[in-house]
């Protein structure tokens, strides 16, 4: 059976990165909570800019951030709208401003896809 993923890709500050953590443990359970199968963040580790585009040109790194990937993953695309719509009402999303959160959201880039090949 095929899944359905929502892709981030965010630049965080290195030294808020455990402020990113906190948020993302917290936002994920919501997440998680009003049905997404997983959900995963993870930091660059191993990610070089490109000669053309990269992780790093894509979201204007700076010196002190680091690049962060995350996915979140649903039965369908269908499941993934109604899993947002329950998230988006629940009231713990009114605590989310640009201003709360520790990254500059401009600079952050994400998409739905299909699966088309799992092994």
Same mark, same amino acid.
Request: glycine share 6%.
């Given at each position: 059976? %095929?899944?359905?993923?929502?892709?981030? $890709?965010? /630049?965080?500050?290195?030294?808020?990165?455990?402020d990113y953590r906190r948020m993302a443990r917290k936002f994920g359970?919501?997440?998680?909570? @009003?049905?997404? &199968?997983? &959900? @995963?963040?993870?930091?660059?580790?191993?990610?070089?800019?490109?000669? !053309?585009? %990269?992780? /790093?040109?894509? $979201?204007?790194?700076?010196?002190?951030?680091? $690049?962060?990937? %995350?996915?979140?993953?649903?039965?369908s695309r269908r499941h993934r709208d109604a899993v947002n719509?329950? =998230?988006?009402?629940? /009231?713990?999303?009114?605590?989310?401003?640009?201003? %709360?959160?520790?990254?500059?959201?401009?600079?952050?880039?994400?998409?739905?896809?299909?699966?088309? =090949? !799992?092994?």
């Amino acid at each position: 059976m %095929s899944v359905y993923v929502d892709g981030f $890709v965010v /630049p965080v500050p290195k030294h808020k990165l455990a402020d990113y953590r906190r948020m993302a443990r917290k936002f994920g359970a919501l997440w998680i909570k @009003h049905g997404a &199968l997983e &959900l @995963h963040e993870c930091a660059a580790d191993d990610v070089k800019p490109g000669k !053309r585009t %990269s992780f /790093p040109q894509a $979201v204007k790194l700076k010196p002190d951030e680091l $690049v962060v990937f %995350s996915w979140i993953v649903f039965k369908s695309r269908r499941h993934r709208d109604a899993v947002n719509k329950r =998230v988006m009402a629940d /009231p713990m999303m009114a605590d989310m401003s640009p201003k %709360s959160v520790p990254f500059d959201g401009k600079r952050m880039f994400w998409g739905g896809f299909k699966e088309i =090949v !799992r092994f």
